[in-house]
């Protein structure tokens, strides 16, 4: 299935996807997510490092946040909320809970409802 799903790298340099049905997007994210946004009819998933994300965190691009909670603490990496990032209130729509241990916490920006 992940192979017939089209997937997108967000890059600034130069990048050829080797995965099948992978493209890259470069330029101004707001407008490549526009355009995604309107050739698809579904949901678009962002599985990202925190750059990326709070790349897309800071130019209002989410809809939705789903925040994977991992029974580990790493104690190093990149933070994804850095200091600096705009508040943006969030409502808890629901959580899933996995054998592992891990959960999954659907927030949407406070005012907007269903993920």
């Not at 493209?23 to 050739?39: F, N, P, S, W, Y």
């Not at 962002?46 to 691009?61: K, N, W």
């Amino acid at each position: 299935m992940m192979n017939e799903l089209p997937k997108y790298v967000v890059s600034n340099s130069a990048y050829t996807p080797t995965w099948e049905n992978s493209h890259v997007l470069t330029g101004d994210l707001r407008v490549e997510i526009a355009k995604l946004k309107e050739q698809h009819d579904r949901d678009i998933a962002l599985f990202a490092g925190a750059r990326v994300a709070q790349s897309f965190m800071e130019l209002g691009l989410l809809d939705a946040y789903k925040l994977v909670v991992n029974p580990i603490i790493l104690g190093s990496g990149t933070p994804l909320f850095k200091a600096g990032v705009r508040s943006i209130p969030l409502q808890l729509e629901g959580t899933r809970t996995f054998q592992s241990g891990a959960l999954v916490l659907s927030y949407m920006p406070a005012g907007r409802s269903e993920i």
